[in-house]
């Protein structure tokens, strides 16, 4: 029974990790937004979206250009130069008309692995909770660097593998090793039986006299 019980559990969890690391993948690759912007010159853009996941620590507006303005190596050093002139606001409000995020259009300089994925960060904040949104972006100072290339920004969440992936392993790991005591219990359970049920059956019947 032991043995049955630790399977079952086993079971369960691993169920488990492959459900967290299926929605680990589904948010990392979710895009509520993607809207085609120039930032070259003044303007002003928005779209409405959908969050569907408050899942993670940071949630961010990144900027993809083309063609680049360096290699993904080089962009994290060189990017915040080349639109350093670049001014503007972001604001973000809910569906009742508050205000969820409200800061300036600039590139950031904390985040070199979105860089490194050949976009630039220029908004980061803390998810929003599940509900409909409008996105809005206005450029005061454009940066000329950009003058002809194709642009757009995403709405992205940017997770780290301790949001998922880590727990999914760990629940991986511990559905992994429990079928080993699990299968060791069922094993000695029904030897045990087999020997309970022969020492029965050679056991001597007593005659009526």
């Known amino acids: 029974m032991v043995g049955i019980i630790l399977l079952v559990i086993a079971a369960g969890i691993i169920c488990t990790g492959i ?8 948010v ?12 070259s ?13 408050d ?3 940071d949630q961010g507006l990144e900027l993809h250009i083309s063609p680049g303005l360096a290699s993904p190596d080089d962009l994290c ?11 503007g606001q972001i604001l973000i409000k809910t569906a009742a008309g508050q205000t969820a995020y409200e800061g300036p259009l600039h590139p950031l300089d904390s985040y070199a692995v979105r860089y490194r994925e050949g976009a630039v960060p220029v908004a980061q904040f803390r998810p929003f909770p599940a509900g409909d949104y409008t996105l809005s972006i206005r450029v005061d100072k454009p940066a000329a660097a950009l003058a002809g290339r194709s642009q757009y920004v995403v709405l992205k969440h940017w997770l780290c593998g301790c949001e998922g992936l880590m727990t999914a392993h760990f629940a991986f790991l511990i559905g992994g090793a429990l079928p080993i005591p699990g299968t060791i219990c069922l094993i ?22």
């Open 19 to 26: 459900c967290m690391k299926a929605q680990f993948r589904a």
């Open 77 to 87: 050093e060189h990017a915040p130069i080349a639109m350093k002139d670049l001014e």
């Open 188 to 209: 000695v359970g029904v030897a045990r039986g087999i020997r309970s049920r022969r020492a029965k059956s050679a056991a001597p019947v007593p005659v009526i006299q």
């Open 55 to 57: 899942y993670g620590h």
């Open 41 to 53: 010159k003044p303007g002003e853009y928005s779209a409405t979206f959908r969050q569907v996941y």
């Open 28 to 39: 990392e690759a979710a895009e509520p937004v993607r809207l085609a912007v120039d930032f």
